[in-house]
């Protein structure tokens, strides 16, 4: 140590592929050092001073020297200065001199860092969004220039690790510096420690390889011990690259030279591989469609296929990354689809129920879009598996009873007399919730006649989308004098004070007024409404209730639509029309407007969305019921279930108020008060919330903020608190693996969707990734594992095992089939064959005869008699292909022109036939 120049160069060889040299506990005593070094002796006393380490970084070319014991002011400056000075020149490094804390004096800034005081450290918890239950309850202390946070368990270890982000900034702010922080997971002896390799994943990405004992690892050339390259980034032309992922796309051609082709991927992208010669004889044997592979070799333009391939010098077997569920209670996936929600999900249910397997799950549920097509593979797989099966589906439903007035108990007030308020507003967007109102155009009006009219801009708090300036025509130009909603708002309450508000689409406009008195003003605003949107639904049938095109049936004229002014003038004129057409069906008082809801045109109503789950067999059989009914009695657009058709047919069925295009959702955009969303809430037997980045922008619903979904969750939790209805956490999985959202958004492109290439994280969470997500929403440990544990498995315990296949025959009834079968046939045959029937003939006859009618089959032969015979009939020329022509029966009966009898003479005229 005393030889400090040849040890800088022993340093520099050491670290020069940039590694950091540490070594510690030297005790070397700074006397020696000073006097072999710089070859004089200090003024002051050293004795006793020592240098407790040196760390050597030669990527920054600087050495820092750790003192650990008592160092007073001089002897510190001199280190600081003369000492220093001389050891750079020295090293021809940057030299830093460290002491340990509360071992010399320090000035008041620096003692403020040397240790975090009550305060900071609640000042810090203040600042760290959506992990500071978890930092309460670790410990935080400075030491070495560190800050060093202690936890006991691994779900806070990941929590507090997800969010290093939000807690260094959190950090500098209150201590004023930059301060570097270490995360320790301290498990105590009664905890066990999962395998986590990666503490910002919430499961472990486990990438383990087989064992170098065993013959197969090494498929081509050497062991590969060398690191993966994602395929994303691999550029033309590298001679040297290593891939790791699965095969898929394999091709052999055996010419002059056997050629192996096949292709890998990481899912970040994909790459083709090509093999020449007898290696790729020999690993064409060993290669299947998904085998799991780490390759090594370069890439090269082939001339052939005119693209860049990966000539392989070494190919291993490997096995991938994947994730999996390490929570030692698992939750229960209640809203999922299959690949029968057509041109929706890509789930497979066969990789779906081995996935739940490998992770230890014991039950799901399948809820396709409007269909059960999925019940019978799933009830298998899942069987075959252990797993037990909940059948279900999300449906879409219409409130055949959607109100034409709001808060208009028993008004005896004539339609004649009735003060109206017609309105309308122009926004800034579609989300009561998020957007805002930039104009106001209102028209008051008693008995057909304009009492008084209300106009006003308003000044928006952020810049107006140009979307919504081509569509109104209003610039931010018109708007740059307006006042503030604040200032309008109350101008535009005093006007309709004692009226009844009139709206076309009411919810709407009416909500956002809500939702804006709520936001600055406090309290729920409520009003009599009456929507003319619901009316003209009731008083006549049309394709668009648009208000164009109700303008335009009720022969309205030309006005300038998505003006508010003259949106409200319209619509003014358009009550005046409905309010004519309700007299003559002897409609007098406001409050009888409501009769002519039983009239609605249920084509013009939107659904929504709404889970359903079969508890038992009863439940399995009133689904089908409604699956049936929306497919054929009110089937528009989509297969629709009035929301009293669900009443009626609820028995044996559990009720989830689905995702954010449910009634509940809906509702709370809408503006709903509290009371509001707990009386739509009493319908749903369970109240379903998801991942904040769960939001479906292609199901046609508007992007939502994350601070909006968490009040709409918390809201929804609250609501269920108090109605005693649980609230569960669902996925409304419609992928697998998040690196699956690529097939779905392929699907979505081709049905022009926009920003298809954005897909939300619609994909099968594992429990522990479930958590994390419902403690962004609800920053709670234990109402999160309510939501997520607790409740998903008390739903699934409430449903029963349903057997909805029984592996037997299950044919419609038709009453004396097996006799009319019977008798075509052996009427048919003796008319061609003559009567008695040849022994050849009357023997196949029966013995086909015996077997389908003795096996149930009876009534599908005469099922397809009559359907080829209307057929025929009609000009239609029926074909036979398959095994039908196999059978006499359906020869005779006219299913099939195929004889199946060995080839014979029969004449057509006399029925004689002559069998060789």
Same mark, same amino acid.
């Given at each position: 140590?005393? =030889?400090?120049?040849?040890?800088?160069?022993?340093?520099?060889?050491?670290? *020069?592929?940039? #590694?950091?040299?540490?070594?510690?506990?030297?005790?070397?005593?700074?006397?020696?050092?000073?006097?072999?070094?710089?070859?004089?002796?200090? +003024?002051?006393?050293?004795?006793? /001073?020592?240098?407790?380490?040196?760390?050597?970084?030669?990527?920054?070319?600087?050495?820092?020297?750790?003192?650990?014991?008592?160092?007073?002011?001089?002897?510190?400056?001199?280190?600081?200065?003369?000492?220093?000075?001389?050891?750079?020149?020295?090293?021809?490094?940057?030299?830093?001199?460290?002491?340990?804390?509360?071992?010399?004096?320090?000035?008041?800034?620096?003692?403020?860092?040397?240790?975090?005081?009550?305060?900071?450290?609640?000042?810090?918890?203040?600042?760290?969004?959506?992990?500071?239950?978890?930092?309460?309850?670790?410990?935080?202390?400075?030491?070495?220039?560190?800050?060093?946070?202690?936890?006991?368990?691994?779900?806070?270890?990941?929590?507090?690790?997800?969010?290093?982000?939000?807690?260094?900034?959190?950090?500098?702010?209150?201590?004023?510096?930059?301060?570097?922080?270490?995360?320790?997971?301290?498990?105590?002896?009664?905890?066990?420690?999962?395998?986590?390799?990666?503490?910002?994943?919430?499961?472990?990405?486990?990438?383990?390889?087989?064992?170098?004992?065993?013959?197969?690892?090494?498929? /081509?050339?050497?062991?590969?011990?060398?690191?993966?390259?994602?395929?994303?980034?691999?550029?033309?032309?590298?001679?040297?690259?290593?891939?790791?992922?699965?095969?898929?796309?394999?091709?052999?051609?055996?010419?002059?030279?056997?050629?192996?082709?096949?292709?890998?991927?990481?899912?970040?992208?994909?790459?083709?591989?090509?093999?020449?010669?007898?290696?790729?004889?020999?690993?064409?044997?060993?290669?299947?469609?998904?085998?799991?592979?780490?390759?090594?070799?370069?890439?090269?333009?082939?001339?052939?296929?005119?693209?860049?391939?990966? $000539?392989?010098?070494?190919?291993?077997?490997?096995?991938?990354?994947?994730?999996?569920?390490?929570?030692?209670?698992?939750?229960?996936?209640?809203?999922?689809?299959?690949? #029968?929600?057509?041109?929706?999900?890509?789930?497979?249910?066969?990789?779906?129920?081995?996935?739940?397997?490998?992770?230890?799950?014991?039950?799901?549920?399948?809820?396709?879009?409007?269909?059960?097509?999925?019940?019978?593979?799933?009830?298998?797989?899942?069987?075959?598996?252990?797993?037990?099966?909940?059948?279900?589906?999300?449906?879409?439903?219409?409130?055949?009873?959607?109100?034409?007035? #709001?808060?208009?108990?028993?008004?005896?007030?004539?339609?004649?007399? @009735?003060?109206?308020?017609?309105?309308?507003?122009?926004?800034?967007?579609?989300?009561?919730?998020?957007?805002?109102? /930039?104009?106001?155009?209102?028209?008051?009006?008693?008995?057909?006649?304009?009492?008084?009219?209300?106009?006003?801009?308003?000044?928006?708090?952020?810049?107006?989308?140009?979307? !919504?300036?081509?569509? +109104?025509? /209003?610039?931010?130009? =018109?708007?740059?004098?307006?006042?503030?909603?604040?200032?309008?708002?109350?101008?535009?309450?005093?006007?309709?004070?004692?009226?009844?508000?009139? @709206?076309?689409?009411?919810?709407?406009?009416?909500?956002?007024?809500?939702?804006?008195?709520?936001?600055?003003?406090?309290?729920?605003?409520?009003?009599?409404?009456?929507?003319?949107?619901?009316?003209?639904?009731?008083?006549?049938?049309?394709?668009?209730?648009?208000?164009?095109?109700?303008?335009?049936?009720?022969?309205?004229?030309?006005?300038?639509?998505?003006?508010?002014?003259?949106?409200?003038?319209?619509?003014?004129?358009?009550?005046?029309?409905?309010?004519?057409?309700? %007299?003559?069906?002897?409609?007098?008082?406001?409050?009888?407007?409501?009769?002519?809801?039983? &009239?609605?045109?249920?084509?013009?109503?939107?659904?929504?969305?709404?889970?359903?789950?079969?508890?038992?067999?009863?439940?399995?059989?009133?689904?089908?019921?409604?699956?049936?009914?929306?497919?054929?009695?009110?089937?528009?657009?989509?297969?629709?279930?009035?929301?009293?058709?669900?009443?009626?047919?609820?028995?044996?069925?559990?009720?989830?108020?689905?995702?954010?295009?449910?009634?509940?959702?809906?509702?709370?955009?809408?503006?709903?008060?509290?009371?509001?969303?707990? %009386?739509?809430?009493?319908?749903?037997?369970?109240?379903?919330?998801?991942?904040?980045?769960?939001?479906?922008?292609?199901?046609?619903? +508007?992007?939502?903020?994350?601070?909006?979904? +968490?009040?709409?969750?918390?809201?929804?939790?609250?609501?269920?608190?108090?109605?005693?209805?649980?609230?569960?956490?669902?996925?409304?999985?419609?992928?697998?693996?998040?690196?699956?959202?690529?097939?779905?958004?392929?699907?979505?492109?081709?049905?022009?969707?926009?920003?298809?290439?954005?897909?939300? *994280?619609?994909?099968?969470?594992?429990?522990?990734?479930?958590? &994390?997500?419902?403690?962004?929403?609800? %920053?709670?440990?234990? $109402?999160?594992?309510?939501?997520?544990?607790?409740?998903?498995?008390?739903?699934?315990?409430? $449903?029963?095992?349903?057997?909805? !296949?029984?592996?037997?025959?299950?044919?419609?009834?038709?009453?004396?089939?097996?006799?009319?079968?019977?008798?075509?046939?052996?009427?048919?045959?003796?008319?061609?064959?003559?009567?008695?029937?040849?022994?050849?003939?009357?023997?196949?006859?029966?013995?086909?005869?015996?077997?389908?009618?003795?096996?149930?089959?009876?009534?599908?032969?005469?099922?397809?008699?009559?359907?080829?015979?209307?057929?025929?009939?009609?000009?239609?020329?029926?074909?036979?292909?398959? *095994?039908?022509?196999?059978?006499?029966?359906?020869?005779?009966?006219?299913?099939?022109?195929?004889?199946?009898?060995?080839?014979?003479?029969?004449?057509?005229?006399?029925?004689?036939?002559?069998?060789?």
């Amino acid at each position: 140590c005393c =030889m400090v120049p040849p040890c800088g160069e022993e340093v520099s060889r050491r670290c *020069s592929k940039g #590694m950091k040299l540490c070594m510690k506990n030297l005790k070397l005593p700074i006397s020696r050092l000073l006097s072999r070094v710089l070859k004089s002796d200090p +003024t002051f006393d050293c004795g006793g /001073i020592e240098i407790s380490g040196i760390t050597i970084d030669s990527t920054s070319r600087e050495v820092s020297i750790n003192f650990s014991c008592e160092v007073n002011e001089d002897v510190r400056h001199y280190l600081e200065s003369t000492f220093r000075e001389e050891a750079m020149r020295l090293l021809s490094s940057s030299v830093r001199l460290s002491f340990e804390p509360g071992d010399f004096e320090t000035t008041g800034a620096e003692k403020e860092v040397s240790r975090i005081t009550e305060e900071q450290f609640r000042e810090i918890l203040k600042l760290t969004n959506g992990a500071s239950s978890y930092l309460a309850s670790s410990e935080m202390v400075f030491e070495k220039n560190r800050i060093l946070i202690t936890v006991h368990d691994q779900f806070s270890f990941q929590r507090i690790s997800s969010k290093k982000h939000d807690l260094r900034k959190a950090i500098e702010k209150v201590c004023e510096r930059t301060i570097p922080f270490d995360i320790v997971l301290d498990i105590r002896e009664d905890e066990e420690l999962p395998v986590d390799e990666d503490p910002s994943y919430p499961e472990a990405e486990r990438e383990s390889k087989v064992s170098s004992g065993e013959a197969d690892l090494v498929l /081509i050339g050497r062991e590969i011990r060398a690191v993966s390259k994602k395929m994303k980034d691999v550029l033309g032309n590298e001679t040297d690259v290593v891939v790791s992922g699965k095969t898929f796309g394999l091709e052999s051609r055996n010419g002059k030279l056997f050629i192996l082709t096949f292709n890998i991927t990481d899912y970040t992208d994909s790459l083709t591989v090509k093999l020449i010669g007898e290696n790729a004889r020999s690993l064409s044997e060993k290669l299947r469609e998904g085998d799991e592979l780490t390759i090594r070799g370069k890439m090269e333009t082939d001339t052939w296929i005119k693209d860049e391939v990966l $000539i392989p010098r070494d190919i291993n077997r490997t096995t991938l990354s994947r994730r999996v569920d390490n929570a030692p209670e698992k939750r229960v996936e209640l809203h999922l689809h299959t690949k #029968m929600s057509a041109l929706d999900s890509v789930v497979d249910v066969k990789e779906l129920v081995n996935t739940f397997r490998e992770w230890g799950h014991d039950a799901a549920a399948v809820t396709d879009h409007g269909v059960v097509q999925s019940v019978p593979e799933f009830y298998f797989a899942a069987k075959k598996n252990g797993i037990k099966p909940i059948f279900g589906m999300e449906g879409y439903m219409i409130n055949d009873s959607e109100q034409i007035t #709001m808060n208009i108990d028993e008004d005896t007030s004539s339609l004649d007399e @009735a003060l109206f308020v017609v309105f309308d507003l122009e926004t800034t967007g579609l989300n009561p919730k998020e957007d805002e109102i /930039i104009e106001i155009g209102a028209v008051k009006m008693r008995g057909g006649e304009v009492i008084e009219t209300y106009s006003s801009f308003i000044k928006p708090e952020r810049e107006l989308p140009s979307l !919504i300036s081509g569509l +109104t025509g /209003i610039t931010e130009d =018109m708007l740059s004098d307006a006042r503030s909603i604040k200032e309008v708002l109350p101008e535009f309450v005093k006007f309709t004070e004692g009226s009844i508000l009139v @709206a076309h689409n009411s919810s709407f406009d009416y909500g956002f007024v809500r939702n804006s008195v709520k936001k600055h003003f406090g309290g729920d605003w409520e009003m009599p409404c009456v929507d003319t949107l619901a009316l003209a639904k009731s008083l006549f049938k049309s394709k668009s209730y648009s208000l164009d095109n109700v303008v335009k049936r009720l022969k309205l004229g030309h006005f300038d639509h998505h003006r508010a002014y003259e949106d409200a003038k319209v619509t003014a004129e358009v009550l005046k029309k409905l309010i004519q057409m309700a %007299e003559k069906r002897g409609i007098q008082s406001v409050g009888e407007l409501e009769k002519l809801r039983k &009239n609605q045109n249920l084509d013009s109503l939107k659904p929504v969305h709404v889970s359903m789950l079969a508890k038992n067999k009863k439940g399995l059989e009133n689904l089908y019921r409604l699956v049936t009914a929306s497919h054929t009695k009110y089937f528009y657009m989509k297969p629709r279930i009035p929301k009293s058709l669900l009443t009626d047919f609820r028995d044996g069925l559990l009720i989830g108020s689905a995702c954010v295009s449910g009634e509940l959702s809906k509702a709370f955009i809408g503006g709903a008060s509290t009371e509001e969303l707990e %009386e739509i809430a009493k319908f749903y037997d369970y109240i379903e919330v998801m991942p904040l980045d769960n939001i479906d922008t292609s199901e046609g619903e +508007t992007s939502m903020s994350r601070d909006t979904l +968490t009040k709409m969750y918390r809201e929804f939790y609250r609501v269920g608190k108090r109605l005693n209805i649980p609230v569960v956490m669902t996925g409304d999985v419609h992928f697998i693996n998040p690196h699956d959202d690529i097939y779905r958004a392929a699907i979505n492109a081709a049905q022009d969707y926009d920003n298809f290439q954005n897909q939300p *994280s619609l994909y099968l969470h594992t429990t522990e990734e479930m958590m &994390n997500k419902a403690v962004d929403i609800f %920053e709670d440990k234990a $109402i999160a594992k309510e939501v997520v544990i607790d409740n998903s498995r008390y739903i699934s315990s409430m $449903i029963e095992e349903v057997t909805p !296949i029984e592996g037997k025959l299950h044919p419609p009834v038709i009453e004396g089939a097996e006799e009319e079968v019977r008798r075509m046939a052996l009427e048919n045959a003796e008319r061609l064959y003559g009567n008695p029937l040849p022994e050849i003939v009357e023997k196949r006859l029966s013995r086909e005869l015996d077997a389908i009618i003795g096996h149930g089959y009876a009534v599908l032969y005469l099922i397809a008699q009559k359907m080829v015979a209307k057929s025929n009939e009609e000009g239609y020329v029926v074909g036979s292909r398959g *095994s039908v022509g196999s059978s006499l029966v359906a020869n005779v009966i006219g299913i099939t022109e195929v004889n199946p009898l060995p080839p014979h003479y029969l004449c057509p005229e006399c029925g004689k036939s002559i069998f060789p």
